[in-house]
């Protein structure tokens, strides 16, 4: 079954570099960029002029377009605009992953090739040592407030075409070495329109963006969403649960984006934030993405708050969103990370033959904002899209007759006990019933008699008695004995990636060393 919405609005051959010069144009006064920490706002035109500094500092560096520039630092709009500037100026925006560990970012460093780093005081010593061992070491650039003063570009730029790489972002790895995405400046838009299009963000709303730009959904839906509906962008330099509503409600926020784990935070750890959440009338939706949210969270969030949570879908391989639920006071559907936005989507057999309404089988996208390639990497790239295009995410799920997608599952992390499929979600959610659950993720462990066999680990809310046995009652209860964990571990905090998705295989390896 398959289903297309809408198409891009922004056009093929648009590059960022030509959004920005649109913007500076058309609303050059108009705030973009606001930093709620040190109140310093960057307007349209404040960014054009800022960028293209960028730009031209890159290019006195020796740098020629196209070639890798990687940057390694945390949020703020200084940071925004350093990304933006790279690509402004028709170089490859290279991501470095600050939690990845020293030998990915090392391997990130010397697979990409990067020509510069820059990064910022606080990480700029470790990024030296790294670099370092690189075959030919990129040489680094510290941003802090001289450098960004003393940026200066009197002249005018060429901007890429849609068609120009414009960044490189690397999965996560969880197996083997991560692999780089290569996006377009097409890519890119198209997932940033994808976003505008499903949440009606106009130049009117105004984001609060607390996931790092170097994941695809702090990047490109916060901040290209944004700045191709003419938006606004609040960057505070991290996520925090007790200032996360006096942001909102100070800066006027419309929107967030976030990830299951940081609502269920919001959720367990809400106590006096009756009055920041009373006066946030301005707040449209709260959006959650980059794994599947749990109904038991999403209800008790939605009902605690009165907030609506939009759940949707994304990868980094298409430029974030690909799924996303409608807004009120349109349907939408609990557990299910909603319907098509600005590409197709196929739910097919092993062959890549779509399969009919209810059936399970993997979650495969078509459309502009579909990766170019991985780097350097022809046969992942061969394995990952088919010769008609379409991307094969890994997922498994299915479409109901109305087109809502609902996520079963990863091929890969399927738990084959006794030669039955068991899906990890299902147990998931059977764990976040129970009120004291903040995270839950279901593993597969070897077995002598089953193949595998069912486990989990949870984190607790403070203060929490919930045993063990309890939790495992519970299961029982919602799955059945035969998908029940037989041990379910209570953790401070469960293992997980750069955009706060819970590694279900480093989970499984860290019980193993545990026990």
Known sequence: MTVMATSL?????????????????????????????????????????????????????????????????????????IVLGIMYGGFLATAI????????????LEHSEAKLVFVDQKNQSALARLAFGCTNPPSLITVDEKLLASLCDPN??????????????????????PKGVVLTHTNLLSGGQNAADAHQLSSQDRALCVLPLFHINGLCVTVIGPLVSGGSVVIPSRFSVSGFWHTIRHNECSWFSVVPTQISYLLHNAKDDHEDISACNHLRFGRSASAPLAPDIHEAFETRFGIPII????????AAQILSNPLPPAERKIGSPGIATGNEIM???ENQTGLPCDTEGEVLVRGPNVMRCYLKNEEATSQAITPEGWLRTGDLGRMDEDGYVYITGRLKELIIKGGENIAPREIDEALYSHPDVI?????????????????????????????????????????GAFKTPDRIYIMDDLPKGPSGKIQRIKLAELVLLET
């Open 97 to 108: 992953n600050l939690v990845a560990g020293d030998d990915t970012i090392t391997y990130v």
């Open 347 to 349: 739910i097919a057999d």
């Open 311 to 318: 759940e949707t879908m994304g990868l980094t391989e298409t």
């Open 156 to 177: 005018e730029w060429n901007p890429p075409s849609g068609n120009s790489d414009g960044l490189l972002m690397y999965t996560s790895g969880t197996t083997g070495r």
């Open 9 to 81: 609005a922004t056009g093929h051959e648009m590059s960022v570099a030509d959004v920005i010069n649109s913007r500076a144009q058309s609303s050059p006064n108009k705030p973009f960029l606001i930093d709620p920490e040190s109140g310093e706002i960057t307007s349209f035109s404040n960014l054009k002029d800022k960028v293209s500094a960028v730009a031209a500092h890159i290019t006195s560096q020796g740098v020629e377009p196209g070639a890798s520039v990687a940057y390694a630092f945390g949020n703020s709009s200084h940071s925004a605009i």
């Open 439 to 479: 995270e839950a993720a279901a593993f597969a462990c070897s077995c002598q008699h089953y193949g595998q066999r069912v486990e989990a680990g949870v984190a607790l809310a403070p203060g929490s008695c919930a045993t063990e046995a309890e939790l495992i009652a519970i299961c029982e209860g919602k799955v």
